[in-house]
């Protein structure tokens, strides 16, 4: 994996800055023949769109996508697929005084220490923005499974934005598109605004925990010893912005369990083997087995922030910043589709890979 | 990275069962005129040994590791080192009981499910015995890091294992290699071991929690978007047998966190910037910042236990599965060297990549 | 190497058929602080546009390049360049007669047979075309290349169309931009040029060979076993469409030479090592000794003809097959800028490769 | 494709040097179940081994494989393959004297140049030996493809050896296993040997050109553009020590050619799509179609030679080097069986690669 790509056989590549021309997404390695266009790509961007609510960013972009290759009347030809977004409310203006500075938290010191040079229009390459182009390629990546895999679900939610956690006896996951914050519980939406609304009157921002399943995903995905599907889904998560952890199953928990609460104790069923608990997340040694699989990650908070923190800036001395400009105070919402589109390409391109290593064939049991 | 390797241009492909004749690692694009030999790879095989302490496992294995290319006259030569570690101590018959049967919790089944031929003896690919071939390519990492980054210091610790928790305010790392838990506080030894032989003698085993700290390592490695120092540190732990989590820096806590509270703020001191906090664990926007790197990780309990648990058999008929033979009551013990071999490989690796791409520049500030 | 991507640490994936709406490059890992804008790469592309001249196909396009990301003010940032051009002249109407037959020696057939879909239109991913894409990627790397290595320079030319060979004998470097046929000799422009008038009066086409020279090349760069320079050259060039065969330096000929004959042998000169001839084309083991690189390869005729031959459909009927269209008679020709493109992106990603390997130390002589 | 590593699904990493303890190959992505053992690797190292004849080297080893890892009770796992030869014969003492002196025409400087040190026992890593690791991962590859493409042949012949050509007319493959030339035609191999045989007292090497063909290789493998199966199949002969020139079908032939002349005709025969001519060697747009591939390469000669030749050394002094020891008069000899291992490899892995792309299914004619 270079350093804008991910993915083996199905291969994203990503490209584009916050405030230039445009940005997107280069999709190698589609299987040909998929049913594509426009308007099926277009619904998950509209899931991650800034300006949707007072709770995400206001900057308000259409954020149209358009295929420039790899389609020919309607379906995919296993040809390289270009996505691309063009930014078309760019207000550079907004940025000019963060030029100079580094806000704390931020990817700003970082890349003027590695690259000399950054655009820091916006954030630039750092920026939110680029999850863009991965919802886009992950919208590609839903076209392939919804026709390889038809009774594969995947879905993301909120499980966590500060110091509000939901309550999963009321999860529901109907729920999950109905309010602006991916909650599987309509009873909390108005509870999480206010909390919301305080941060942002706070001149402040707030994390976030979500949580991410695949339903109906086929046994046998993945591949010891460093393709496994717990790493290549740790790896997908934690390339998202401002992600700083990534569990699977039981994640971090796993540290204070037994063996003998741990294991996923198995059973026949009528349809073949039936696990009477999920702790392992859907993957054992790293190889899926069918159950679903479930990823939680966190988001850190904004670090774009009306609160004045101390730093320095280029010609080293030291200043106040102050982060104006148009900001998500809870990154973390906007994630949910992300780490959706991540899940999607990882799957393919390990189905992919199984396919191609395997063929597919699958040893019995009975 | 393909199936069972890892890395860009310092690129290790493991090899080898936990029964078969011998095990190792390819190692490639290691940088030429490196000082190495086996005594200083063996140290770190020595501390990740089978059979130490009545804490690991009694199968008792000298784990000499062999280099069979690649270095000439006590120095690489630039090209690929293969170093090798034969299974003296294979006791096969203790696992034949299992050849038909899967451990719950355990790779077992998926292997089984994606192969449809799997080598049983000891867990075959899916033993942690793998583990040994990564801290011998992880020796090789670090004898390169040592010339090349004299100050870097790499060092993990175990912060949990089951119900107990280090005290952070007894930490001393002069302590860690002074037991056989990598505990940093001595106080703490007994009381661990205690424990530890309860869960044995329950016919148990228990999950744990490891950090591991890279001090010295400069700023500017890792890169946007997909070679982000994080993600390669999360997919290299999330490698590791039995990890189900991973953290970089404040790690799921962070979700709770609010903008204020986790900048890390930034001041000028007589060397240049100091942060006067590490709530990112030493990168932002994927790139190091020059500050310690903190990552954490959870290993779930050893599934191999002596207490009856439900499963199926490869006949699909419903079974009780006890497993005898050798096993780690916490493998989480012997991930400490692993992952500091995992961390020194990502680190190498980065900064040859960063070598590549930038040349090793770094833009000033002041 | 992924299906459409070539390189290592600058890694080029084209994307783009003939008659989409546009094709380009994503070009990762670029060194930030490359000093680029479009005029630059667009002198490149204005040497491979066609339109040029009778010799070329009458397709008139202005091939203008965009930088859609990866720059600021003026400079490379070290993340993805994507650049694009529009495809603004299809006449797809010419195609529809195609669309359902197989060109003979044409990927018509394959496309179909692999693929099941295939965007006939100008031959979709399968047209030249393409190499526009690769010269704009091509276009950054010169630039790369012309503040890294400014000695270095790199030129192609014909040396063969159909039964036209140059005179060695009156090479003149100087001549090959002032002529359509990309020849060092002035003196057989009008030869040429009345010979391939009448291969295209014969409603036929011609082969031709290139060759490309690379002066100013460093020594070091290439590395054993597969990432040899003249491996990756060989790709690079064998890459190219309707290329059938690659050789560097003596090439096929060298079946026939003697060991005494083949060597090149050394002097010490004022300025280091000399060699008294160059029979390795600038390459040993693999890896290049600061002679100049010179590579020769063989295009293919243009597998669409005036001229009616025996082919089948898609329903299995057989047909005669006559391609009208704007076709280059001699496709050669303009394989010339895409040679260079190819020979300027593999030595910049050697470069950078031998950069973050051995920290572009050498070994010294004397 | 790293250093040592080629294929994308089958990936195969090669380790050792000429006079270390063992050399070997690290194969990983061979599909599981083939049935496979060290006898059927055994029998294609056995056609490379030196000392067979008074044509190559008189180094007489064993040459015995052992397979390290991924099989079991006979069949492949789907774990990673290692297997490995050790080096049971060397006379370090025959090359003490060229440690400080480079011979004209081998790698010996550009090592020394790129790495400053180097391992100069019989030429370390850049000797033919490294080879016999490749026809290892090659009995692999032809373990898998017997299996999965059981009409699959794969067969390489010399074609030319200095000033001697094969006579096409007397063409007889059965012939080729039955000389020490892998000439197919019984008639010629007095003759060549005679010409060796002079070449050798003239204290001199030749080169050669080989020919392999696959026959029975599906239509629809190899993908555009950078994994075109022109391009693997390149890269993989280029790879081969000493060769400079790689030729598919027609090859540099192809420059000479009419598109009239070059087209390969269809028809349909009773059993689909027949081709009139193969001039494309199996192979258009870089996916096979179905008919015979074929590839030519040239080996230069042998550099290393009794006749001294004018050179420098270490210290920058200008010296006359004699090459004693063993060395073949003509490397191309043993260099067939080593790119019907390269070939092998590519088309496995192109098969697996098409598998995961597209699920092997194809387009249909008629």
Redesign the interface.
């Known amino acids: 994996?270079?350093?804008?790509?991910?993915g083996?056989?199905f291969?994203v590549?990503?490209?584009?800055?916050s405030h230039?021309?445009?940005?997107?997404a280069?999709v190698?390695?589609c299987?040909?023949?998929i049913a594509i266009d426009e308007a099926f790509i277009q619904q998950f961007l509209d899931r991650r769109r800034p300006g949707q609510s007072k709770e995400t960013t206001q900057r308000k972009e259409p954020d149209a996508v358009?295929i420039?290759?790899?389609t020919?009347?309607g379906?995919?030809?296993?040809?390289?697929?270009?996505v691309?977004i063009e930014n078309t409310n760019q207000r550079s203006k907004d940025y000019g005084e963060i030029a100079q500075q580094?806000r704390?938290?931020?990817?700003?010191?970082?890349?003027?220490?590695?690259?000399?040079?950054?655009?820091y229009r916006g954030g630039?390459?750092?920026s939110a923005r680029?999850t863009a182009a991965r919802v886009a390629a992950g919208g590609v990546a839903q076209a392939a499974l919804a026709q390889l895999v038809p009774d594969l679900k995947i879905y993301g939610y909120m499980v966590?934005?500060?110091?509000k956690q939901i309550n999963r006896a009321r999860f529901d996951r109907e729920q999950i598109l109905q309010n602006p914050f991916f909650l599987p519980d309509a009873l909390a939406v108005d509870e999480w605004a206010d909390y919301l609304a305080a941060?942002r009157k706070g001149q402040?921002?707030?994390?976030?925990?979500i949580e991410v399943v695949a339903e109906g995903c086929p046994?046998?995905l993945g591949?010891?010893?460093?393709?496994?599907m717990?790493?290549?889904l740790?790896?997908a998560?934690?390339?998202i912005n401002a992600?700083?952890?990534?569990?699977?199953?039981?994640?971090?928990?796993?540290?204070?369990?037994?063996?003998?609460?741990?294991?996923?104790?198995?059973?026949?069923g009528p349809d073949?083997?039936e696990y009477?608990s999920n702790?392992?997340?859907g993957?054992?040694?790293?190889?899926?087995?069918g159950q679903p699989i479930t990823v939680?990650f966190?988001?850190?908070?904004?670090?774009?922030?009306l609160?004045p923190?101390?730093?320095?800036n280029?010609?080293?001395?030291?200043v106040e910043v102050i982060t104006k400009g148009r900001h998500d105070p809870c990154v973390?919402i906007r994630a949910v589709p992300v780490a959706e589109a991540m899940m999607a390409c990882v799957i393919l391109d390990q189905l992919?890979?199984?396919?191609?290593?395997?063929?597919g064939?699958?040893?019995?049991?009975?």
């Open positions: 994996m270079s350093f804008n790509s991910f083996h056989l291969r590549t990503t490209w584009g800055e230039g021309p445009a940005l997107g280069t190698d390695g299987p040909p023949g358009r420039l290759s790899g020919f009347e379906r995919t030809t296993g040809t390289p697929i270009q691309v580094f704390p938290g931020h990817a700003d010191i970082t890349y003027h220490q590695k690259y000399g040079v950054r655009d630039g390459r750092s680029e966590q934005m500060g110091a941060i402040n921002s707030v994390g976030a925990a046994a046998g591949a010891p010893v460093y393709a496994k717990d790493t290549e740790a790896a998560m934690m390339s992600v700083k952890g990534v569990e699977i199953g039981e994640g971090m928990a796993a540290a204070a369990l037994t063996g003998v609460d741990n294991a996923d104790e198995m059973v026949m073949g083997v009477l702790h392992a997340g993957i054992l040694g790293g190889i899926t087995t939680r966190a988001v850190k908070p904004t670090s774009s922030i609160t923190r101390r730093s320095v280029t010609r080293g001395e030291e973390g992919l890979m199984d396919r191609g290593q395997t063929g064939a699958r040893g019995v049991i009975g």
